[in-house]
């Protein structure tokens, strides 16, 4: 493919981003038209449309063509599937509660520590080291230079290396120099 069909497949695929976002965004203030088949058929309409991106009014005009093939859901079913799931989500929250209630103070600590997500970056399995990709296992490791280790060490830590090389953390006690007079 050359450059300017590149181009060309990378805006066509932005635009129709741009489409599905002022579809969703559009479709939200109308959850009775809410399908795949008043979809398709509101994108079929618009094909001429979708080529330069769809706006709003665009999607009011074809709604009004369209009227008479469109499913609409009756007023009475989307308030019924908004209030089901508002309760489906109200139970999860009360099982949640129920089930952090029941726990001591020591389990809730664990359980909030546990929950929140480990924002330290992971050593990758390989690095790039003078052009080349090099499997960061503990023989490779060994052997970087000091400059690429010293950047490893800064990025992901001394303890995510350690691991890799297999060494174990040891723990110092000090001590204090009136044992040694």
Same mark, same amino acid.
């Given at each position: 493919?050359?450059?300017? /069909?590149?181009?060309? *497949?990378?805006?066509?695929?932005? %635009?129709?981003?741009? @489409?599905?976002?002022?579809?969703?965004?559009? !479709?939200?203030?109308?959850? $009775?038209?809410?399908?795949?088949?008043?979809?398709? %058929?509101?994108?079929?309409?618009?094909?001429?449309?979708?080529?330069?991106? !769809?706006?709003?009014?665009?999607?009011?005009?074809?709604?009004?063509?369209?009227?008479?093939?469109?499913?609409?859901?009756?007023? *009475?079913?989307?308030? *019924?599937?908004? &209030?089901?799931? %508002?309760?489906?989500?109200?139970?999860? !929250?009360?099982? $949640? @509660? /129920?089930?952090?209630?029941?726990?001591?103070?020591?389990?809730?600590?664990?359980?909030?520590?546990?929950? #929140?997500? @480990?924002?330290?970056?992971?050593?990758? $399995?390989?690095?790039?080291?003078?052009?080349?990709?090099?499997?960061?296992?503990? $023989?490779? !490791? #060994?052997? %970087?230079? &000091?400059?690429?280790?010293? *950047?490893?060490?800064?990025?992901?830590?001394?303890?995510?290396? @350690?691991?890799?090389?297999?060494?174990?953390?040891?723990?110092?006690?000090?001590?204090?120099? #009136?044992?040694?007079?």
């Amino acid at each position: 493919m050359s450059l300017k /069909q590149d181009q060309e *497949k990378i805006a066509a695929e932005r %635009l129709a981003v741009e @489409n599905q976002r002022v579809y969703t965004s559009w !479709i939200r203030l109308h959850p $009775e038209l809410s399908c795949i088949a008043n979809e398709r %058929l509101i994108f079929g309409y618009l094909d001429d449309v979708v080529a330069v991106g !769809i706006t709003e009014p665009d999607l009011e005009f074809a709604v009004s063509q369209l009227s008479n093939r469109l499913a609409v859901k009756s007023a *009475k079913s989307v308030a *019924k599937d908004q &209030a089901d799931e %508002l309760a489906e989500r109200n139970e999860a !929250i009360q099982k $949640e @509660n /129920q089930r952090k209630l029941a726990m001591s103070t020591d389990e809730l600590k664990a359980d909030i520590r546990a929950s #929140k997500p @480990n924002l330290t970056p992971q050593l990758p $399995e390989s690095w790039r080291v003078n052009g080349e990709t090099v499997a960061l296992t503990a $023989e490779n !490791i #060994k052997a %970087l230079p &000091a400059p690429v280790l010293a *950047k490893l060490m800064r990025l992901f830590g001394t303890d995510a290396l @350690n691991d890799r090389l297999g060494v174990q953390k040891q723990t110092y006690v000090a001590q204090s120099a #009136k044992g040694y007079l």
